[in-house]
Nanobody, 123 residues
Framework: QVQLVESGGGSVLAGDSLKLSCVASGRTINSFAMAWFRQAPGEDREFVAA????????VVADSVKGRFAISRERAKNTVGLQMNKLKPEDAAVYYCAASVRPYSRDLQGYAYWGQGTQVTVSS
């Protein structure tokens, strides 16, 4: 089993930055794929970014490309999401997810999920 705990959410103004963190515990995640998804009220959960924890290879959604970056700290079993130039449409609950499979944009591929952290962006 893997437990995921997100932190770093908050309320910011458009154009500001935030960094989310996700700490994994329960087992080593060196061979896992890690990802961030987000869900706004009334919307489906959508892919934001993913990373191969072993290789560091990343992929990000087109909607956040150039503004968001995913990273990992292997020694701390942690995945981060640096969010810059935030827009009101980025407001959502952000979820960390883990998978034993290669990373993908499909949330069905992720077996482990955190509780989420709220990001609010005001214009």
């Amino acid at each position: 089993q893997v437990q995921l705990v997100e932190s770093g959410g908050g309320s910011v103004l458009a154009g500001d930055s935030l960094k989310l963190s996700c700490v994994a515990s329960g087992r080593t995640i060196n061979s896992f794929a890690m990802a961030w998804f987000r869900q706004a009220p009334g919307e489906d959960r959508e892919f934001v970014a993913a990373i191969s924890f072993e290789s560091g290879t990343t992929v990000v959604a087109d909607s956040v490309k150039g503004r968001f970056a995913i990273s990992r700290e292997r020694a701390k079993n942690t995945v981060g999401l640096q969010m810059n130039k935030l827009k009101p449409e980025d407001a959502a609950v952000y979820y960390c997810a883990a998978s034993v499979r290669p990373y993908s944009r499909d949330l069905q591929g992720y077996a482990y999920w955190g509780q989420g952290t709220q990001v609010t962006v005001s214009s």
